[in-house]
């Protein structure tokens, strides 16, 4: 069974740039059909996708991010990162990383928190 | 880009009583939806996937149907343990992402 756990620092400051990386376990991401997806739930609010990427390397990204995002892979560990870039509070939120694909496995989520 | 639209936003309901969330897809996705529910501080889980199979675990007083632009969740009976808040999710093949409808919380009347 495919399980995804997210880890990185709770806390950045504004202007500097985010980085969680998702590690997956249960399966391989160089083996499977499908993409690997970043996601994140502001405090109190819904879920927005921001970004998808392929075990080659192929990316997506929410078109309202684009300009600060990156997401890589690293088959040799079973990885994948997000790397969101000039963060302010309004990224302060829970991230998830999921399989995007018609019944995702999703991580615990992590919270975090722009603030100086 | 496809839109979800869920209704309702909010839903009073009370223990035993039967409800009913709809989600409506701007154009037509087959039956690539599933429907999450989430608990305050927990990640979304995944209750059912393919717009009506059931997840394994997931009790079977849920259930899910629909296709095309009208998808429906039920809970056929309400417990306790589910006051949540629900999401429907459509699986974009091309490009790859999952779009959410904006949740529909269900509390206690």
């Known amino acids: 069974q495919l399980q995804l756990q997210e880890s990185g620092p709770g806390l950045v400051k504004p202007s500097e740039t985010l980085s969680l990386t998702c590690t997956v376990s249960?399966?391989?991401?160089?083996?499977?059909?499908?993409?690997w997806g970043w996601i994140r739930q502001p405090p109190g609010k819904g879920l927005e996708w921001i970004g998808s990427i392929y075990y080659s390397g192929s990316t997506y990204y929410n078109p309202s991010l684009k300009s600060r995002v990156t997401i890589s892979v690293d088959t040799s560990k079973n990885q994948f990162s997000l790397k969101l870039s000039s963060v302010t509070a309004a990224d302060t939120a829970v991230y998830y990383c999921?399989?995007?694909?018609?019944?995702?496995?999703w991580g615990q989520g992590t919270l975090v928190t722009v603030s100086s | 880009d496809i839109q979800l639209t869920q209704s309702p936003s909010f839903l009073s309901a009370s223990v035993g009583d039967r409800v009913t969330i709809t989600c409506r897809a701007s154009?037509?996705?087959?039956?690539?939806l599933a429907w999450y529910q989430q608990k305050p501080g927990k990640a979304p889980k995944l209750l059912i996937y393919?717009?009506?199979t059931l997840q394994s675990g997931v009790p079977s007083r849920f259930s899910g149907s629909g296709s095309g632009t009208e998808f429906t969740l039920t809970i056929s009976s309400l417990q306790p343990e589910d006051f949540a808040t629900y999401y429907c999710?459509?699986?974009?093949?091309?490009?790859?992402?999952?779009?959410f409808g904006g949740g529909t919380k269900v509390e206690i009347k």
């Open positions: 393919a717009a009506s």
């Open positions: 999921a399989s995007v694909d018609s019944a995702p496995a």
């Open positions: 154009q037509g996705i087959s039956s690539y």
């Open positions: 249960g399966g391989s991401i160089s083996s499977s059909s499908y993409y």
């Open positions: 999710q459509q699986l974009n093949s091309y490009p790859p992402r999952l779009t």
